[in-house]
């Protein structure tokens, strides 16, 4: 492919179902905050003023370290209008992120509301400026453990409503079981919100068949250690899963040495649903401009493979069906 054809690609508008409100954030945004507030952050960044980390179980770390300085809803607010101008500026038209109460000033769930209603409030004025939409998933997070995850899903299902429609589960797949959370996503299913969880990222192929029979998503969080197990890819098929598949993350943290040995392609030509989001971008280096660009490059994918991407990741938003309608309608004449 040309530079011309990937000058092109890269600008196509694009729908992000899997992005991490506090891992979306700058590092210089993060070092503000810190120093304004002299808060002391060693060893979150390098030398050159990125985020630092060694592996997956350090960068939840360091992540977690930098998300010390988001201590008000104003914080959120900023936050939420920086990480939208990145999006916009990577022509998404569409986003959904992962908003973890858990995060929110220290972890203060009693405050939950207030933080909420300055995210929204943000992402009205960004969608009134920027035409971006943004929906948000209340996200638990796993190594905290399944009696914190209920807490969380209890924020979720008071607040569910046309913003906040989604509840997920993030962090350290290596602790526990799916299962272990089943009370939590049952109690956000009945507030009538649409589920996704991290899984087969890091464990195998059988934490996704857990995911799917045990939680009852219906999307997930990379699922990419499904392609190893043909069964259960017929099994994502038969029940229609989304998988959100976030290719540099994955090799950014080593799950893939590159690109080339990624199972997005593989998976996509199966007739797997996937979806392409950059779940961190600032740790990862990269953006959606960036992915859209290696997977063109690297799977000779063109505009017609990334118009059926978003597609499937239009269908798979929880989203309302006149946003869904909106969406659409911007994809096909944009
Ligand atoms: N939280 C933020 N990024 C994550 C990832 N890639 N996996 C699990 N939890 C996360
Ligand atoms: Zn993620």
Redesign the pocket.
């Known amino acids: 492919m040309n530079e011309e054809q990937l000058h092109r690609i890269e600008r196509l508008p694009k729908v992000e179902l899997h992005l991490?409100h506090?891992?979306a954030a700058p590092p210089a945004f993060i070092r503000a905050l810190a120093q304004k507030k002299s808060i002391g952050l060693d060893g979150v960044f390098a030398p050159d003023g990125s985020y630092a980390f060694r592996d997956?179980v350090h960068?939840?770390s360091v992540?977690e370290a930098a998300t010390q300085v988001l201590r008000t809803p104003e914080d959120y607010a900023r936050l939420t209008t920086a990480l939208l101008e990145e999006c916009a500026a990577n022509d998404v038209i569409y986003v959904e992120s992962?908003i973890s109460p858990e995060f929110c000033g220290g972890g203060d769930l009693a405050a939950w509301r207030e933080y909420l209603h300055a995210i929204q409030d943000a992402a009205d004025a960004a969608e009134r400026d920027m035409g971006i939409i943004l929906r948000g998933i209340v996200?638990c997070?796993?190594h905290f453990g399944p009696e914190r995850a209920k807490a969380t899903a209890r924020c979720a299902a008071e607040t569910a409503g046309d913003w906040i429609t989604g509840f997920g589960m993030?962090?350290?797949?290596n602790m526990g079981q799916q299962k272990d959370f089943a009370y939590s996503f049952d109690m956000a299913r009945e507030a009538g919100l649409q589920l996704t969880t991290?899984a087969g990222?890091?464990g195998g192929a059988q934490s996704v068949r857990d995911a799917v029979q045990d939680l009852g998503v219906e999307r997930i969080?990379?699922g990419v250690q499904a392609a190893s197990d043909p069964a259960l890819l017929d099994l994502l098929i038969e029940k229609g899963v989304t998988l959100e598949v976030?290719p540099g993350?994955n090799v950014a943290?080593g799950v893939y040495p590159d690109l080339a040995s990624h199972p997005i392609d593989m998976m996509r030509k199966r007739g797997v649903k996937v979806t392409v989001s950059t779940?961190?971008p600032p740790?990862f280096h990269t953006t959606m401009r960036t992915e859209y660009r290696n997977l063109a490059q690297t799977f000779g994918w063109d505009a017609e493979v990334f118009a059926d991407i978003n597609r499937t990741a239009v269908a798979a938003a929880f989203c309302d069906e006149q946003t869904r309608a909106r969406v659409l309608e911007k994809l096909e004449h944009a």
């Open positions: 991490h506090e891992g997956f960068f939840l992540y992962f996200t997070i796993r993030g962090g350290d797949e991290h990222e890091w969080g990379h976030c993350s943290l779940d961190d740790f």
